[in-house]
Nanobody, 119 residues
Framework: QVRLVESGGGLVQEGGSLRLSCAAS????????MGWFRQAPGKEREFVAA????????NYADSVKGRFTISRDYAKNKVSLQMNSLKPEDTAVYYC????????????WGQGTQVTVSS
């Protein structure tokens, strides 16, 4: 089992920045990919960013490219999402997720953290 705990959400004005963190514990050696997703009220959950647990180029949704950066703190088994130039449409609950393979979906999910961007 892998446990994921997000932190760092909050309320920010348009154009501001927030940094989300996801702490992974348990069988972290089984993680292949870490990702961030978000779900806005009344909308389906959508992909935001992902990167291989061991390194490599990250992937981003078009809507966040150039504004968000996903990174890993190897010493602390954490994955962070730096969000800059935030827009009201970025308002959502953000979830951290871990996949054990490159083929399937994500196997583990965090509880989510609320990000609200005011205009």
């Amino acid at each position: 089992q892998v446990r994921l705990v997000e932190s760092g959400g909050g309320l920010v004005q348009e154009g501001g920045s927030l940094r989300l963190s996801c702490a992974a514990s348990g069988r972290t050696f089984s993680i292949y990919t870490m990702g961030w997703f978000r779900q806005a009220p009344g909308k389906e959950r959508e992909f935001v960013a992902a990167r291989s647990w061991s390194g490599g180029n990250p992937n981003y949704a078009d809507s966040v490219k150039g504004r968000f950066t996903i990174s890993r703190d190897y010493a602390k088994n954490k994955v962070s999402l730096q969000m800059n130039s935030l827009k009201p449409e970025d308002t959502a609950v953000y979830y951290c997720a871990a996949a054990q393979t490159a083929l399937g979906g994500y196997d583990y999910w965090g509880q989510g953290t609320q990000v609200t961007v005011s205009s």
